[in-house]
């Protein structure tokens, strides 16, 4: 069976319903992390950032160039984490709607990944 290359990997952009990713403590408040679900033959991409008290997670893919957001390992918001920042070329969205607020793709909107927080544990919805 030949290797498959990451690069080659089927890519999709939803996952189904009720997924458990983690407990809800695990992640700050600011703070965010990252995840990558397989879904049969395909790789989902995605993150979760916590604000005041709420998550929201989306499409780790930036409306930019379509990078992943984070260089590094979980690290999705600025230092203070007021903003979520793609790496790349520095645009910074609201953490909480995904909205672009700054950089390249100013106006922009990150793709929504569904979450919810029920009984301490975050799952897709
Ligand atoms: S790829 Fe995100 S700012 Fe350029």
């Given at each position: 069976m030949a290797a498959v290359i990451p690069s080659e990997r089927k890519r999709v952009w939803k996952t189904p319903a009720g997924v458990t990713l983690c407990?809800?403590?695990?992640?700050?408040?600011p703070g965010s992390r990252g995840f990558v679900l397989q879904i049969d033959e395909a790789w989902f991409h995605g993150f979760v950032v916590r604000k005041q008290g709420q998550v929201a997670g989306y499409v780790?893919?930036?409306?930019?160039?379509?990078?992943?957001?984070?260089?590094?390992?979980?690290?999705?918001?600025t230092p203070d984490g007021d903003l979520i920042l793609c790496?790349?070329?520095g645009a910074v969205f609201t953490p909480?709607?995904?909205?672009?607020?700054?950089?390249?793709?100013?106006?922009a909107r990150l793709t929504p990944w569904p979450v919810v927080v029920a009984d301490g544990v975050i799952r897709t919805a």
């Open positions: 407990a809800g403590t695990e992640i700050a408040d780790d893919r930036c409306p930019h160039q379509g990078f992943p957001l984070a260089m590094e390992l979980d690290r999705y918001l790496s790349w070329h909480l709607t995904g909205a672009c607020v700054g950089g390249p793709c100013a106006g």
